[in-house]
C-alpha cells in the first residue's frame, strides 16, 4: 500500500497520545523521510513555496512547508514544541535567544538537508532560510493549534520585537514565488 496524507496525519496523531509527544513525532518523522519519494508522492508535488495545512486541531498541526529558493523568514516563536522533518532540498536554521539591549542575538544554526529531524522546545526562537535553487520541503509537525496561538516575530533589521503576523508571512511567499518565477 502506498503512503498516504492520511497515513501520515494517523502517525502524528498516534504520537502526540503518547507520553512525550515531540520525541515520539521525531521519530515517526525520522522514518517518513527516511523515504522522502514516498513522502512527496503522497503530498503532491511542489509548484510554488507556502503553507500547506495537511491537518489542523487544538493539539495538533501537520503542515507541509515548501520554501522558495531564496527566501528566507525572519526570526519567530511557536511557544509549542515543533518537529520538522525534511524530504527535499535544504533548511538553513538560525537560533536566537533574547538580548537585553539589542532585542536577540544569534547562537548557532543548523542545516537541514533531506532526511534530517529537528525537535525545536516550546521556546525555541529560529529564522529559516533556503539558500539552493530548488525548494525546500519539509513536514512540520506542531503540537497545537499552529493557526490560533498568539506568537511574536522579530524584525530582521533591528531584531524589534512585535506579534507574529501570518498574512505578512504568506506575503513574504507570494514575493518570493513571483522572483523566482521571473528568474
Ligand atoms: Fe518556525
Not at 495537511?54 to 511557536?78: F, I, Q, S
Not at 532540498?89 to 536577540?104: T, V
Not at 497545537?144 to 506568537?151: E, N, P, S, W
Not at 504568506?170 to 514575493?175: A, C, K, T, V
Amino acid at each position: 500500500m502506498p503512503l498516504t496524507v492520511d497515513d501520515v496525519i494517523a502517525r502524528c496523531q498516534a504520537a502526540v497520545r503518547e507520553a512525550t509527544p515531540a520525541l515520539a513525532v521525531r521519530d515517526a518523522l525520522r522514518e517518513l523521510v527516511a523515504d522522502p519519494s514516498s513522502l512527496e508522492r503522497a503530498l503532491g508535488p511542489v509548484e510554488e513555496g507556502g503553507i500547506a495545512p495537511l491537518h489542523r486541531a487544538e493539539d495538533l498541526t501537520v503542515l507541509r512547508v515548501a520554501w522558495t529558493p531564496g527566501m528566507a523568514l525572519n526570526p519567530h516563536d511557536h511557544r509549542m514544541w515543533a518537529v520538522i522533518g525534511m524530504y527535499g532540498g535544504q533548511e538553513d536554521n538560525a537560533f536566537y535567544r533574547r538580548h537585553a539591549e539589542h532585542g536577540l542575538e544569534q547562537v548557532g544554526g543548523r542545516e537541514l538537508p533531506v532526511g534530517d529531524v529537528l525537535v525545536m522546545g516550546d521556546d525555541i526562537i529560529h529564522s529559516v532560510a533556503n539558500s539552493r535553487r530548488e525548494f525546500a520541503v519539509a513536514l512540520h509537525v506542531y503540537g497545537g493549534d499552529f493557526f490560533d496561538a498568539a506568537r511574536s516575530e522579530w524584525d530582521w533589521g533591528t531584531y524589534e520585537e512585535r506579534p507574529r503576523d501570518l498574512d505578512r508571512t504568506r506575503r513574504l511567499f507570494d514575493e518570493a514565488n513571483a522572483r523566482w518565477r521571473a528568474g
